[in-house]
Protein backbone atom coordinates (compact mmCIF):
# COMPACT_ATOMS: atom_id res chain seq x y z
CA UNK A 1 0.00 0.00 0.00
CA UNK A 2 3.14 2.41 1.08
CA UNK A 3 4.20 2.13 -2.95
CA UNK A 4 1.04 4.31 -4.22
CA UNK A 5 2.07 7.36 -2.89
CA UNK A 6 5.89 6.55 -4.29
CA UNK A 7 6.24 8.62 -7.52
CA UNK A 8 9.17 8.07 -9.83
CA UNK A 9 12.24 10.29 -8.71
CA UNK A 10 11.27 10.34 -5.31
CA UNK A 11 13.58 10.10 -2.73
CA UNK A 12 12.62 7.80 -0.48
CA UNK A 13 13.69 6.43 3.09
CA UNK A 14 12.31 3.19 4.54
CA UNK A 15 12.76 3.04 8.14
CA UNK A 16 12.92 -0.48 9.75
CA UNK A 17 13.53 -1.53 5.85
CA UNK A 18 14.73 -4.96 7.82
CA UNK A 19 15.34 -6.96 4.58
CA UNK A 20 14.19 -4.22 1.87
CA UNK A 21 11.23 -6.08 1.37
CA UNK A 22 9.79 -2.60 0.02
CA UNK A 23 12.66 -1.46 -2.05
CA UNK A 24 12.88 -5.17 -4.28
CA UNK A 25 8.85 -4.17 -4.76
CA UNK A 26 9.33 -0.42 -5.34
CA UNK A 27 12.22 -1.13 -7.42
CA UNK A 28 10.04 -3.13 -9.97
CA UNK A 29 7.83 -0.13 -10.97
CA UNK A 30 9.09 2.73 -10.30
CA UNK A 31 12.67 4.71 -10.21
CA UNK A 32 13.31 6.09 -7.11
CA UNK A 33 16.64 7.17 -4.64
CA UNK A 34 16.68 4.57 -1.89
CA UNK A 35 17.66 4.56 1.29
CA UNK A 36 17.25 1.53 4.46
CA UNK A 37 17.66 1.97 7.91
CA UNK A 38 17.13 -0.44 10.46
CA UNK A 39 19.25 -0.80 13.78
CA UNK A 40 19.40 -4.83 13.30
CA UNK A 41 23.08 -5.16 11.77
CA UNK A 42 22.50 -8.51 10.29
CA UNK A 43 19.51 -7.21 8.02
CA UNK A 44 21.83 -4.10 7.01
CA UNK A 45 24.85 -6.74 6.27
CA UNK A 46 22.42 -8.53 3.97
CA UNK A 47 21.27 -5.81 2.34
CA UNK A 48 24.22 -4.66 1.28
CA UNK A 49 25.02 -8.07 -0.14
CA UNK A 50 22.34 -7.21 -2.11
CA UNK A 51 23.42 -4.67 -3.47
CA UNK A 52 20.43 -2.75 -1.41
CA UNK A 53 21.52 0.72 0.32
CA UNK A 54 21.01 0.46 3.61
CA UNK A 55 22.93 1.53 6.69
CA UNK A 56 22.62 1.05 10.28
CA UNK A 57 20.78 3.91 11.49
CA UNK A 58 18.25 4.93 14.82
CA UNK A 59 15.89 7.50 14.30
CA UNK A 60 17.82 10.35 16.25
CA UNK A 61 20.40 9.56 13.42
CA UNK A 62 18.05 11.08 10.51
CA UNK A 63 19.59 14.12 9.11
CA UNK A 64 18.47 14.43 5.78
CA UNK A 65 15.33 15.49 3.97
CA UNK A 66 13.48 12.57 1.69
CA UNK A 67 10.57 12.72 -0.11
CA UNK A 68 8.52 9.99 1.15
CA UNK A 69 9.46 8.30 4.70
CA UNK A 70 7.85 4.44 4.97
CA UNK A 71 7.93 3.01 8.54
CA UNK A 72 5.52 -0.22 8.12
CA UNK A 73 5.82 -2.11 10.92
CA UNK A 74 8.61 -0.70 13.21
CA UNK A 75 6.15 0.60 16.07
CA UNK A 76 4.83 -2.44 16.60
CA UNK A 77 7.73 -3.43 19.10
CA UNK A 78 9.54 -1.34 21.56
CA UNK A 79 8.43 1.41 21.31
CA UNK A 80 5.59 3.28 24.15
CA UNK A 81 2.95 5.58 23.28
CA UNK A 82 5.02 8.58 23.88
CA UNK A 83 7.57 7.29 21.96
CA UNK A 84 5.82 6.36 18.93
CA UNK A 85 4.73 9.70 18.55
CA UNK A 86 7.42 11.03 19.46
CA UNK A 87 9.41 9.23 16.43
CA UNK A 88 6.01 10.30 13.98
CA UNK A 89 7.23 13.90 14.42
CA UNK A 90 10.60 13.14 13.97
CA UNK A 91 10.06 11.64 10.89
CA UNK A 92 7.47 14.41 9.87
CA UNK A 93 10.33 16.66 9.82
CA UNK A 94 12.14 15.13 7.41
CA UNK A 95 9.58 14.59 5.06
CA UNK A 96 8.97 16.86 1.89
CA UNK A 97 6.30 14.80 0.79
CA UNK A 98 4.52 11.52 2.13
CA UNK A 99 4.97 10.08 5.66
CA UNK A 100 3.46 6.41 5.58
CA UNK A 101 3.23 4.24 9.39
CA UNK A 102 1.56 1.79 10.79
CA UNK A 103 0.64 1.22 14.08
CA UNK A 104 -1.00 -1.46 16.40
CA UNK A 105 -4.63 -0.47 17.63
CA UNK A 106 -4.50 -3.88 19.41
CA UNK A 107 -1.66 -5.90 20.43
CA UNK A 108 -1.66 -9.91 20.04
CA UNK A 109 0.41 -10.30 22.21
CA UNK A 110 2.08 -8.68 25.52
CA UNK A 111 5.79 -7.99 23.57
CA UNK A 112 3.58 -5.87 20.63
CA UNK A 113 2.40 -2.05 21.24
CA UNK A 114 -0.53 -0.93 20.72
CA UNK A 115 -1.73 2.78 20.97
CA UNK A 116 -5.02 3.95 21.27
CA UNK A 117 -6.82 4.66 17.80
CA UNK A 118 -8.33 8.12 18.92
CA UNK A 119 -5.14 9.83 20.45
CA UNK A 120 -2.75 8.46 17.28
CA UNK A 121 -5.66 10.54 15.04
CA UNK A 122 -5.61 12.93 17.42
CA UNK A 123 -1.90 13.61 17.48
CA UNK A 124 -1.94 13.31 13.15
CA UNK A 125 -4.28 16.42 13.07
CA UNK A 126 -1.63 18.00 15.82
CA UNK A 127 0.78 17.43 12.81
CA UNK A 128 -1.59 18.37 9.76
CA UNK A 129 -4.64 18.47 8.16
CA UNK A 130 -3.91 16.62 5.42
CA UNK A 131 -3.44 12.66 6.21
CA UNK A 132 -5.41 9.88 5.36
CA UNK A 133 -6.01 6.66 8.17
CA UNK A 134 -6.93 2.97 7.04
CA UNK A 135 -7.24 -0.35 8.51
CA UNK A 136 -5.48 -3.04 6.28
CA UNK A 137 -6.53 -6.61 5.97
CA UNK A 138 -4.57 -7.54 9.15
CA UNK A 139 -5.83 -4.77 11.19
CA UNK A 140 -2.70 -2.54 11.07
CA UNK A 141 -3.85 0.90 11.28
CA UNK A 142 -2.12 2.58 8.36
CA UNK A 143 -1.58 6.44 8.04
CA UNK A 144 -0.34 9.05 5.85
CA UNK A 145 0.24 11.86 6.17
CA UNK A 146 0.69 14.71 3.04
CA UNK A 147 2.73 17.71 2.90
CA UNK A 148 0.30 18.93 -0.14
CA UNK A 149 -3.56 19.48 0.49
CA UNK A 150 -5.62 16.33 -1.00
CA UNK A 151 -8.90 16.80 -2.48
CA UNK A 152 -11.74 14.56 -1.58
CA UNK A 153 -11.70 12.65 -4.87
CA UNK A 154 -7.86 12.03 -4.77
CA UNK A 155 -8.15 10.35 -1.46
CA UNK A 156 -10.60 8.20 -2.97
CA UNK A 157 -8.63 7.07 -5.84
CA UNK A 158 -6.33 6.17 -3.83
CA UNK A 159 -8.37 4.38 -1.54
CA UNK A 160 -9.92 2.17 -4.17
CA UNK A 161 -6.49 1.56 -5.45
CA UNK A 162 -5.61 0.09 -2.08
CA UNK A 163 -8.50 -2.01 -1.97
CA UNK A 164 -8.86 -2.66 -5.33
CA UNK A 165 -7.54 -6.52 -4.54
CA UNK A 166 -9.63 -7.25 -1.66
CA UNK A 167 -12.73 -8.73 -1.22
CA UNK A 168 -15.96 -7.79 1.02
CA UNK A 169 -16.94 -4.57 2.88
CA UNK A 170 -14.05 -2.20 3.47
CA UNK A 171 -15.24 0.78 5.88
CA UNK A 172 -12.00 3.65 5.05
CA UNK A 173 -11.79 6.82 7.47
CA UNK A 174 -10.39 9.93 6.13
CA UNK A 175 -9.66 12.93 7.14
CA UNK A 176 -12.74 15.31 8.37
CA UNK A 177 -14.76 12.30 9.52
CA UNK A 178 -14.93 11.33 6.09
CA UNK A 179 -16.15 7.85 5.75
CA UNK A 180 -16.12 6.01 1.97
CA UNK A 181 -17.74 2.54 2.31
CA UNK A 182 -15.87 0.23 -0.38
CA UNK A 183 -18.05 -2.45 -1.48
Known amino acids: HASLWVDNEDSVLDVGCGLGDFY ?5 KKRITYLGIDTFEPYIAECNKQLINAQV ?20 IGFDSDS ?13 KDLIFSVLTDAPTKDYTAIKESDIIEFVK ?6 VVYKDIRGELMMV ?32 NVV ?4
Open 24 to 28: KFLMK
Open 57 to 76: MDLSEIMNEYDVISSIGTFH
Open 84 to 96: IKKSIEKLWKHTN
Open 126 to 131: SLTANY
Open 145 to 176: LERKPMTFDYMKSQIKRIFANEVGDREVELNK
Open 180 to 183: IKET
